[in-house]
Structure formats: C-alpha cells, structure tokens
C-alpha cells in the first residue's frame, strides 16, 4: 500500500516562501507522476503543479505558475513543492498525490493515490 506523507506547511507572512515536501512509502514512485493539490476552507480542492515520472516535464496552475516550482528526487522518494512571493489567496490545504500513468496532469481524477495534507497559512 503506498502512503504519501506531506510536510513543510505553516504560517508565513505575504511575500514569504515554504517548501512543501512529500514523502512516499510502500513503493518506488520513480514511474509515477507526482501532483500538489490544495484546498481553502469552503472551496472545492484544485490542481496547483504537476510533474511528470522523469521530472523532465511540469504543469502548473495559472495562478502560481512563476511563483511555485515542483520537483522531484526519485532517488529518496520524495516530491516537493517550492513556494515563493506567497499571498493570503495561497492559504489551504496542501495535498500530494501519485499517478500511475506517469504523465504530469492536472485532473484529480487520474491521480491513484493521496496524502493528508499540510496547512499552509499566509497571512497579510
């Protein structure tokens, strides 16, 4: 069973920055995409950055494209999230998810597996 456990969130001042990172256990992701997701209290979870199993393609949202970076050590399991010029819209819950297909898409539905989360709150 594979387990997806995000860490890095918290509180941080508009204009700060956070790493997210997201470890997996149970099996090698190296042939999995890896995705971030998040999702503010009272809105409907959506898609925030993507990679593909190689780390050689990404896809990120519009709203965070220039700011965020995601990347990936296949090596260690590990996916993570890099965020910058943070602002209080960025606030939510941060999920990481996996999906077997290998290619980086924003569709919730394609992904396989999902962690818990981690909150991240920027404040103004």
């Known amino acids: 069973q594979v387990q997806l456990v995000e860490s890095g969130g918290g509180l941080v001042q508009a204009g700060g920055s956070l790493r997210l990172s997201c470890a997996a256990s149970g099996r090698t992701m190296s042939t999995y995409a890896m995705g971030w997701f998040r999702q503010a209290p009272g809105k409907e979870r959506e898609f925030v950055a993507a990679?593909?199993?190689?780390?050689?393609?990404?896809l990120y949202a519009d709203s965070v494209k220039g700011r965020f970076t995601i990347s990936r050590d296949n090596a260690k399991n590990a996916v993570y999230l890099q965020m910058n010029s943070l602002k209080p819209e960025d606030t939510a819950v941060y999920f990481c998810?996996?999906?077997?297909?290998?290619?980086?898409?924003?569709?919730?539905?394609?992904?396989?597996?999902w962690g818990q989360g981690t909150q991240v709150t920027v404040s103004s």
């Open positions: 998810a996996a999906d077997r297909a290998g290619r980086a898409v924003d569709s919730m539905s394609m992904y396989d597996y």
């Open positions: 990679i593909n199993w190689g780390g050689g393609s990404t």
